[in-house]
């Protein structure tokens, strides 16, 4: 069988991402498409699928450009709903599962959601999740089952169902990343945006018919959904989907489902090592990563020797990627057959505008690990700009190029390694987490006066949250004779646990008397480490 690649009707470039889908559909639609669980779907009925919950949708009443909640785990149905959204016409805005009620709330209200696509199993765990949706015109609970049971009773002009014509800088995903202002702000990206990353990525992320990709990251992230997802479908490739990370259950699908090609984080990789450790001390043998061809890290910065223990443990090369939300996909990533280097994310993919920018006045740096400054990206992948935030979109770009927060340097070879961040980001586990939204829920307290979180490191984690809290005081002032208002440390784990995400969570509360600041009042975080 014709690999993607060599079949250029289904290669071509000038193709839009729901043609190429098309294409691939008729290409391999008898080959796996989605493995999950016991189940497998071919190519021929993820499109069946997809046609018939697009003709649900549109008979709902989604009309294009109409916002559509995507509340669903790792699962055929989030591929499913993703697709169909698109053939619609509608917009799709991913839900991270593990968000609370206000976190969900304000993404439906400032995304202007219309409707939503759930998984009745998470929706019902929601406290008051039926209150959360009434403003919505409509909500969907799906199955896997629903959806084949729907596919069975439709009618043979579904399966004709053309894609709505969308133009190239339509919006096609809202993906909410978290701002330092606090609220998450919703990065617009464009079918040109997706369709641009998905042809970017080819060059470097190496996926044909053959392969099959594991699904562990979170679909509803831009890693997952952009290059795992849409990069697996659009080769005709197989994906293996996990619904929830866990390292056992990660190495056998792996053993499995054949997987060839491992996409994660740096954490993901530490906790399958210490597995792949732990079973061989047990004596209870050892996992099979044999058809493992490579595997691409991203999401955070990945330990030098994590990764020389994590190839010598899976017996595969470790790419270590960039990317961000923003920007639709990776925007730099070691070449499988080029030299890898200790620390960099590697070189720019093909058409990504990768500079390095004077954190004084922006000027374009020179390469060499003495000239670091702020990493700025340009090309047709990178986002719109942020959803209803024109000053957010003004300050996040420099001449055309998105400034991406993060210091960095290149060196002579092209390679990027990055040095810090200029924002004030905390990446757990390969999630991202800004201390002022957690500050604004510790703030809300009324025995609070003041509070700092920041970053420290953690060996598998990558980092933990720390929140350094000052307390109000009975006499409203901080002599030593005052005495501050009780307040545990239980008490405040419980009071974020409802209203954060679980990775969001501090691990760690100091209670202080007073934070240190400067000469203008900024608190001095690095002290605080």
Known sequence: MATAKENQGVAGVDLRL????????ACYKDSPALLYKEESLTYGELSSLERVFCRRLISAGLKEGDRVALYLPNSPEFVVAFLAVLRAGGVVVPVNPLLKNNEIEHILQDSSASYMVASKSLLDSLENGKALVESLDGVFLVSLESIVKDAKEASSETESLKPVQREAEDLAVLVYTSG?????????LSHGNLESAVEMKRGRFLVDSEDCVLAALPLCHIYGMVVVMLGTLTEGARLS???NFDASAALAQIARDRVTILPAVPTMFQFMTMKVKEIKEAGHGEFDTSSLKYCVTGGAAMVPEARVEAEETLQAPVLEGYALTEVSCVATLTPLDAVRKPGSAGPAIDKVELKILSTIDRSPLPAGSEHVG???IGGPQVMQGYYGNAEATKAAFHQGLFLTGDLGYLDEDGYLFICGRSKELIIR????????????????????????????????MGERVKAVVVLKTESGSRSRSSRSIELSESELEEFCRARLAPYKVPRIFEFRDSLPRNSTGKVLKRLLV
Do not use: C, H, W
Not at 18 to 25: E, G
């Open 180 to 188: 330092t202002t606090g609220n998450p702000k919703g990065a617009m």
């Open 374 to 376: 702020e990493v700025a």
């Open 18 to 25: 729901s043609d190429r889908l098309d294409r691939i559909f």
């Open 241 to 243: 989907i996990l619904r």
């Open 429 to 460: 586990g390969g999630q991202n987490i800004y201390p002022r939204e957690i500050e604004m829920v510790i703030r809300s307290l009324d025995s609070v006066e003041d509070v700092a979180v920041v970053g420290i490191p953690d060996r598998y």
